[in-house]
């Protein structure tokens, strides 16, 4: 009598449960919302993304800043013609910088009951404004940008292309890629992953490397003040007075300079967007198989189970 008694107040607090949080065919919603700020007068802009990808472009209008924000959430057939407000952009411009807030609100579903929920930005900065990006689980690619810019990256890859001001970069789990003309010094730090920084072979620079667990390649070049111990490695290119300053610095993961191609150089943002594109399709595809693995061993295991009760 006591088991069938916990039995029927498990049913009954599931049933109340999925009656209370209308748990049910999730539908996925896409919506585009479009900002136009003036960056007049602000010495910094700062962004903060919870999910989602991040795409950085210069923009060719003076004092303007410009956010393209491409929502995506799951949410209940009855919702398909409302806004997305599980998904809320804050912006601040009171200040002497601009400052825009991604907030995603909760479930507050169990047993695995979770929504999707993420925004993709695409970004157009004008010259002469700090730049602050931090972005807790997606990709981040910069391109053609001369301000000083200081990025935080939880989770994604972060490709780096034709970036001349000050750079200051930190990556928990993410690969780091990064082309370099010029540049006024790099500061480019992971804890799992792999650094990879492409420069033309004329250059002036110098540069040093720290790893844990990994190489440090640079035979493309031929170095002078070089130095190299465990697990750590500097050099310079060229004999004169360098121009800027690079370092790299990883746990997990290999470092490597190599030589900028003109071909890689010239590389245009549509042609980035379209190899980036192909890399997350990629990662997509991989993640669809894992699931789909799982899925299948669990089925097997579910099998052999069932199998040996029958026995």
């Known amino acids: 009598m006591k088991i069938i008694s916990v039995i029927f107040v498990t049913v009954l607090f599931v049933g109340s449960f999925i009656f209370l949080t209308g748990c ?36 060719d209008v003076t004092d303007e800043i410009k956010i393209i924000a491409h929502k995506t959430a799951d949410v209940r057939k009855r919702d398909l013609d409302e806004p997305i407000d599980a998904i809320q952009i804050e912006i601040d411009s009171s200040g002497n910088e601009i400052t825009v807030e991604t907030n995603m609100k909760s479930d507050n579903f169990i047993f695995g009951f979770r929504g999707k929920k993420e925004v993709f930005y695409e970004i157009y900065v004008p010259e002469n404004i700090n730049l602050v990006f931090e972005n807790l689980n997606g990709r981040v690619s910069i391109n053609d940008i001369t301000n000083d810019i200081n990025l935080i990256v939880t989770n994604g890859q972060i490709s780096l292309n034709n970036t001349t001001g000050k750079l200051n970069v930190e990556s928990t789990n993410g690969r780091i890629s990064c082309q370099a003309t010029d540049t006024k010094g ?8 792999s650094i990879e920084v492409s420069v033309p072979d004329n250059i002036k620079l110098k540069f040093t490397a720290e790893v844990q667990n990994g190489n440090i390649n640079h035979e493309q070049f031929e170095l002078t003040n070089s130095e190299s111990k465990k697990n750590f490695f500097s050099g310079q290119i060229g004999t004169d007075t360098p121009d800027f300053e690079i370092h790299a610095e990883t746990i997990n993961g290999s470092i490597t300079f190599k030589k900028l191609a003109v071909a890689e150089n010239e590389v245009s943002g549509k042609s980035r967007d379209i190899l980036e594109q192909a890399e997350k399709e990629l990662e997509e595809a991989e993640k669809i198989f894992e699931e789909k693995k799982r899925h299948y061993d669990q089925l097997k295991k579910e099998s052999k189970d069932t199998l040996k009760a029958d026995i």
Not at 28 to 53: C, D, M, Q, R, V
Not at 186 to 193: D, I, Y
């Open 24 to 59: 049910g065919k999730r539908y996925t919603k896409n919506e585009t919302e479009t900002f136009i700020l003036n960056a007049e007068g602000k010495s910094g802009f700062n962004l903060t993304n919870a999910n989602g990808e991040m795409k950085i472009y210069k923009n």
């Open 186 to 193: 790099m500061n480019l730090q992971t804890v799992n992953g």
